[in-house]
């Protein structure tokens, strides 16, 4: 039966940004797909929030505060996920920095995102998140699957962004500038696929497999004049609704795509391919 292809009951699943608009999604597919899931995010309190409510609907769930940027955070909690469920099977890498447009800043006279003058601080933050983050996390996470039969699935969250550079006029309002995606944001983004493709190939001959999920935008009450600009370059004509990358998510972390490694599965409304 193609429904024992998504089937994850017995499996466990760590989500880093579990509490995030993708990531809260991420977790309830997987729970209601069978696996035990982590919800593990810096926001201690919103992931929480987020495994409660899984864990009140009958799902096996926890929570776990997780700072992506220190190795001993990413330990602690793979020690934990253990303690708690016994194994580790699945790990989403949905954490990241991402900037949202703020109208205060325009209020202020500010332009977000400027290259020219963007902070140092900012562009390293940055790196320290998407990327290092990426990199400690997967590395904590690894080892028991090694020790359990070489066997997991590894999902990193990428973005139409780490594919192309951003179209910096959606960011115009009759004519005016009000923001730009700043240049950490591709940068990073086309790092989720170059460390996707290594660890896939690294780990060959044996049954972890590493894949990219490259969602287009998601709809999370955007400014009317944005969501126009972003809706006018999809094939599909609209953004994403926040549950459409589920179906997706859950077919790279099930065996459904068990003959799928260093691939990129791209769910962007067609942005990408005009």
Known sequence: MIQEKFDLHGKTAIVTGGSGLLGAEFCRTLAEAGANVVVADIAEDAAQKTAQALAESGYGAASFGLDVTRKESAEAMVAETLRLFGSLDILVNSA???????????????????FEDYPLADWQAALNVNLTGMFLVTQACVAPMIEQGKRG????????????????????????????????YTTTK???????????????????????????????DHDENFTRNYSAKTIMGRMAHK????????????????????????????????
Request: net charge negative; hydrophobic share 40%; proline share 4%.
């Open 96 to 114: 990241a920095l991402d900037p949202k447009f703020d109208a205060d800043a325009v209020a202020k006279g500010i332009t977000p995102g400027a």
């Open 190 to 220: 086309a790092g989720v696929l170059g460390f996707t493709k290594y660890l896939a190939a690294y780990y060959a001959e044996t049954e972890i497999r590493v894949n990219a999920l490259t969602p287009g935008g998601v709809y999370n």
């Open 153 to 184: 699935s590894i999902i990193n969250i990428c973005s139409t962004y780490g594919l192309n550079g951003p179209d910096q006029r959606i960011y115009l309002k009759d004519g005016k500038r009000l923001a730009y995606k700043p240049v950490y």
């Open 243 to 274: 549950d459409e990358m589920n179906g997706a998510l859950l077919y790279l972390a099930s065996d459904a795509s068990s003959y799928m490694t260093g691939s990129n599965l791209v769910v962007d409304g067609g942005w990408t391919a005009w």
